[in-house]
């Protein structure tokens, strides 16, 4: 199999090649004038352009790349497609998915770090840097924009790069409602149904689902509703007033922890025992209200104002015994505002956005000590944690000449962290503060020698804070570890990118980041996860996607990773890693689809992915095995009574070769417990009812 999958893949790039060559070699102004090729807008990048007209590595999903034949439980199932993104634990709910962009992200044990996400314009990520995913209503997603590289700055407190989510508005909506009934393998169920449409000024979409799910292993089992609104008033041709309710109630997201290689042996189902007798896992409540005011003729330009606030109830038993009971009571709330306007210096067009951003986050959060019966034994931490994050920015695109333009941004940002220690018994109060204020900023060249293609060069410098987990001390005491400092990366790319007459879209991209005081984490003799950081790491490595629909009922997309993670010095005082791998990254990473196209709505797709090997731990001791990933998914429409019902139906297989792999490796995990084993081959369907 690992013979024969690379070489039928490598045919289909020779048939890209080939095709490429045909192109060159033909005549252009018969292509040119006969082709209508259709505009890709970006807006995550803070400055609405062409995608051919942006300095930075981008990659837009659309609502079937989003939907069509998935789940719509999971961003992986959309996100693998991106060169440069590696994504794992996809079924550990309670830890939650780690999605990392060039190497940034692998570290998080719980949440996503050193990524910035958005959804519908209003931050997910925290003031301190952490976030989490768990409320994406994934069945109205509409489209995600994935930036990699030095664009992501103008964002702040992340250098790996940002997702941007929009879900539908409604006014998308061909048929409304539409109901939605899945099933699956390890008792996989999920009922969803969403309402939307326009009437005059109004404009809505409703979405609401029901998840539950056994998981392949014990002690993984989730139970999840969401419930996702919008709502929108055009005031006129050029104001709007749109509002947003998210509701998130997960009772039940169970924890089985991580086995050493000989408990994979016996059996790869099971979960760690002492995982069973805590019953470790989380509940999460959340609720969170925006809203957004758009001016498109202010000022002889464009403002934009955002508001939300939100609520967390959180709380979560780790899977070993101790201090490793906690819970927060968390309000985050902010907003911010941009303005768009355009410009002239000399007779070069200049265009530009400039905004502020402010974010509050106020977590209750307390730890309890529990026995190996589960029993609480008592209190062992209770602290105020607040954040306070607040950005200003600046970007810019001149155009020097009517192909080439200078791109350059500029963010200031001041981060300000306090901690309230109110658990005094230890005769200590470990109260403080920290504040960091940090200037970033890109600078970029974009060329297009041709219209339908370009190339570019950018620079840009990022900063991280610790969160206030990684904050924490090893020796048992509350407040923040000294130790631990923001860490700061400088990260360089040149890309080209284009589209050819006969559908092929090729994107290649050359990068390079130098990280100083890179955050590792490692687990402890007491089971938590505690963060150091590193002298100096360095990424380099190139991606590569294409797109190629080489027929109207074929399509091939391809995307691949080759990367070199490295620590280029780092000595933690019992052992020098200088030159090792960093842990949880593979150095390749390559996914294949191959969709064909019926009538109507008929489809299927096969998906080959391949996963280099890489290290478990710092000391690069502990390799995992690369591995191939197939998945198979097809479905199929049909119009009921007078046309204006549709039944749909869909077909999903993972891992159709039922490889035996990992879902998720926790780094320098203590004891050899690195592994949470994969599900085999897995099977779900699905109906869809629209009206």
């Not at 940034?104 to 003031?127: C, K, Q």
């Not at 490793?324 to 303005?339: F, K, M, P, V």
């Not at 002298?535 to 009922?553: H, P, V």
Request: proline share 3%; glycine share 10%; aromatic share 8%.
């Amino acid at each position: 199999m690992k013979k024969e999958v690379p070489l039928l893949m490598l045919l289909g790039g020779i048939a890209a090649v080939s095709a490429h060559a045909q192109e060159n070699s033909a005549p252009a102004s018969g292509d040119e004038a006969n082709r209508q090729l259709p505009t890709i807008t970006i807006r995550a990048p803070r400055l609405t352009r062409s995608l051919y007209d942006t300095p930075s590595a981008v990659s837009t999903l659309t609502r079937e790349e989003i939907q069509r034949g998935q789940q719509g439980v999971r961003l992986d199932e959309a996100l693998d497609r991106v060169p440069g993104v590696f994504l794992q634990n996809r079924d550990n709910f309670a830890q939650g998915q780690r999605i990392s962009s060039r190497g940034f992200g692998a570290r998080g044990t719980f949440g996503i770090r050193g990524l910035h996400i958005r959804v519908d314009g209003i931050p997910y990520t925290l003031p301190d840097g952490q976030a989490q995913i768990d409320a994406v209503d994934l069945d109205s997603a509409e489209r995600i924009e994935v930036i990699r590289g030095p664009s992501s700055v103008l964002y702040g407190n992340a250098a790996g790069g940002v997702i941007d989510i929009t879900t539908g508005d409604g006014s998308e909506l061909r048929c409304s409602p539409v109901l939605r009934l899945q099933g699956g393998s390890d008792e996989f169920r999920k009922l969803s149904l969403r309402n939307g449409g326009e009437s005059e000024n109004w404009v809505h979409s409703v979405s609401i689902s029901a998840l539950d799910f056994a998981g392949y292993r014990e002690q993984s089992k989730v139970e999840k509703r969401l419930l996702n609104a919008r709502v929108g008033y055009r005031l006129d041709d050029d104001r709007s007033l749109s509002a947003l309710v998210n509701l998130l109630d997960m009772p039940t997201a169970e924890d089985p922890s991580a086995l050493t290689l000989e408990e994979v042996a016996e059996d790869p189902r099971q979960a760690r025992d002492i995982a069973i007798d805590l019953d470790s896992g989380q509940s999460v409540e959340q609720q969170l209200v925006g809203l957004h005011y758009e001016d498109r003729d202010a000022l002889g330009g464009e403002i934009n104002v955002r508001g939300f606030v939100s609520r967390r109830d959180f709380e979560q038993q780790l899977p070993f015994p101790g201090s490793s009971l906690i819970d927060y009571q968390r309000n985050y709330y902010g907003g911010g505002a941009d303005y768009t306007g355009a410009a002239t210096l000399g007779d070069m067009p200049l265009r530009y956005v400039t905004g502020i951003d402010l974010a509050r986050q106020e977590d209750d959060r307390g730890r309890r000590s529990v026995d190996s019966r589960g029993e609480t034994t008592g209190i062992t931490a209770d602290e105020q944690q607040d954040a306070t994050s607040a950005g200003v920015f600046l970007q810019t695109e001149l155009g020097l000449t009517d192909t080439l333009d200078l791109s350059a941004g500029v963010r200031h940002d001041q981060v300000r962290m306090t901690i309230d220690d109110r658990f005094l018994d230890d005769g200590r109060d470990d109260s403080g503060e920290r504040i960091f204020r940090e200037w970033t900023g890109s600078l970029g060249l974009s060329y297009r020698y041709h219209p339908d293609h370009q190339v570019y060069a950018t620079v840009g410098n990022a900063f991280e804070t610790p969160t206030f987990t990684e904050f924490a001390r090893d020796d048992g005491r509350g407040g923040f570890n000294p130790a631990v400092q923001p860490q700061k990366a400088l990260n360089r790319e040149v890309g080209v990118r284009g589209i050819f007459g006969n559908g092929l879209r090729y994107e290649m991209v050359a990068f390079s980041v130098d990280v100083d005081d890179e955050l590792i984490g490692y687990e402890a003799t007491d089971g938590r996860t505690y963060y150091e950081n590193a002298g100096k790491t360095s990424r380099d490595g190139i991606e590569l996607g294409m797109d190629w629909s080489f027929s109207l009922a074929w399509r091939l997309t391809s995307a691949l990773t080759l990367a070199d993670y490295r620590f280029d010095r780092f000595n933690d005082g019992a052992s020098d890693f200088t030159n090792n791998h960093l842990p949880g990254q593979p150095r390749q990473v390559w996914h294949n689809g191959l969709t064909w196209y019926g009538n109507g709505n008929r489809f299927t797709t096969i998906e080959a992915q391949y996963t280099g090997d890489y290290y478990a731990d710092n000391a690069n001791e502990v390799k995992i095995d690369d591995h191939w990933l197939f998945n198979l998914k097809a479905g199929d429409s049909w119009r009921l009574g007078n046309g204006e019902t549709q039944l749909s139906a869909k077909l999903g297989v993972r891992n159709l070769l039922d490889e035996e792999y990992y879902e998720n490796v926790r780094i320098n995990a203590f004891g050899g417990r690195y592994y949470e084993p994969a599900a085999g081959r897995t099977i779900y369907a699905g109906l869809e009812l629209s009206f």
